[in-house]
């Protein structure tokens, strides 16, 4: 049986990933932020998940201090004996025109979302690369392609996932391991639903589709992604906003 480890897994996107993964018949290490809420919140997702006959465990851990990471890394190794599949998808936002933003709004927006990238994909890797095989799907955003105003810490982390990705690609490509993106543009979770109607509004204006997409519409990408439907694909962003830019 292979196994997953999904990042910030308690709700949202992570969450409907991790039930994805497991329906694809993945065993799931599904992380969640080390507070009682997220919890919570991680167990019923993992009840939620067993419900397809797959094996899954809960970790806290916070994906944006590296000694947390390895921990976590460690015990998950222990706990299922391989590491196939890696998803880092948790991040936060801390949104504020520049003039207004302080350092530690975009100091912590870094630390969540892109350090994160760093401590998860180096320990996971090697495992992988003992493995000779793995997948690993990085959660950048349309904000990292394209910007956006009120998200310069955002953006910047969004940005430097798909820097990442790529070097991740290139790095580990000769042990069979692949590294992609997904991009996703403005998607029903919790992270959205505080946004003012008129941006939502605005920002669905300019969408082809001309809804919001579902997390289930990231989960399906992020599924073929991890799969060796996708063994020939390494190194790409997977833009999934309903025809945002085009
Ligand atoms: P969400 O509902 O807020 O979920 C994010 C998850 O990450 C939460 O469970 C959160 O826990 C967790 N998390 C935050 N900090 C963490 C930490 N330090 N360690 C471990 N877990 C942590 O947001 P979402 O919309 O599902 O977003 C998931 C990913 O998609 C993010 O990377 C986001 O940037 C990206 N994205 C989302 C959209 C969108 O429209 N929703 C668009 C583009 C990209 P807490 O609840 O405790 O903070």
């Known amino acids: 049986m292979a196994t997953a480890i999904i990042t910030g897994a308690s709700q949202g996107i992570g969450a409907c990933i991790a039930r994805r993964l497991a329906k694809d018949g993945f065993d799931i290490a599904l992380n969640h932020y080390p507070s009682d809420g997220d919890k919570e919140k991680a167990l019923a997702v993992a009840e939620e998940c067993r419900a397809f006959g797959v094996r899954v465990e809960c970790y806290a851990a916070d994906v944006s201090k590296f000694d947390q990471c390895e921990t976590m890394v460690k015990q998950v190794k222990a706990d299922f004996g391989t590491i196939d599949a890696l998803v880092n998808n948790a991040g936060i936002t801390k949104d504020k025109l520049l003039a207004?933003?302080?350092?530690?709004?975009?100091?912590?927006?870094?630390?969540v979302n892109q350090k994160s990238v760093y401590n998860m994909t180096k320990h996971a890797c090697a495992v992988m690369m003992r493995q000779k095989h793995g997948r690993i799907v990085n959660v950048s955003s349309v904000a990292g392609l394209y910007g956006n105003p009120g998200q310069m810490?955002?953006?910047a982390t969004k940005?430097?996932?798909i820097g990442m990705t790529k070097t991740t690609a290139k790095e580990f490509g000769s042990r069979n391991i692949t590294c992609n993106a997904v991009a996703p543009g403005l998607i029903h979770t919790p992270?959205?639903?505080?946004?003012s109607d008129e941006l939502k509004a605005?920002?669905?204006?300019a969408v082809a589709l001309k809804r919001y997409g579902e997390p289930e519409e990231i989960a399906s990408v992020v599924s073929?992604?991890?799969s060796d439907d996708a063994s020939y694909v390494t190194g790409q962003v997977i833009e999934i906003s309903g025809g945002l830019s085009m």
């Open 224 to 226: 073929f992604l991890v």
């Open 202 to 205: 605005k920002m669905i204006d």
């Open 100 to 111: 207004r933003m302080s350092e530690e709004e975009y100091d912590v927006v870094i630390a």
């Open 153 to 155: 810490n955002h953006s």
């Open 191 to 195: 992270m959205t639903d505080v946004l």
């Open 159 to 161: 940005a430097a996932i």
